[in-house]
């Protein structure tokens, strides 16, 4: 099926920046659409930005102006610039791969905004 990898997550500071990358591997023809998701201690999971296969994006509100996502399609990686983080940043990070009849998560990076 399909195999995705999470990196870059770690420790920084209130209006730091970090890049996360998604490595995915297996059937990505099957995948239509690329998301980062992320869930805070005793929050939902939700929707951070997402990225269909013809380029178009979208982002939570929360967000916006601050988180860009891309994708470099010859390495099968897609990214997340995080820019002006804040403490409500902090939060495991997921990629999910979304197919017609199969959702696809990776295992999560851990985002910490503290000073």
């Known amino acids: 099926q399909v195999q995705l990898v999470e990196s870059g997550g770690g420790l920084v500071q209130p209006g730091g920046s970090l890049r996360l990358s998604c490595a995915a591997s297996?059937?990505?023809?099957?995948?239509?659409?690329m998301g980062w998701y992320r869930q805070a201690p005793g929050k939902e999971r939700e929707l951070v930005a997402a990225i269909t296969r013809g380029g178009s994006t979208n982002y939570a509100d929360s967000v916006k102006g601050r988180f860009t996502i891309s994708r470099d399609s010859a390495k099968n990686t897609v990214y997340l610039q995080m820019n002006s983080l804040k403490p409500e940043d902090t939060a495991v990070y997921y990629c999910?791969?979304?197919?017609?009849?199969?959702?696809?998560w990776g295992k999560g990076t851990l985002v910490t905004v503290s000073s």
């Open positions: 297996g059937n990505i023809f099957s995948i239509n659409k």
């Open positions: 999910r791969g979304m197919a017609y009849g199969m959702d696809y």
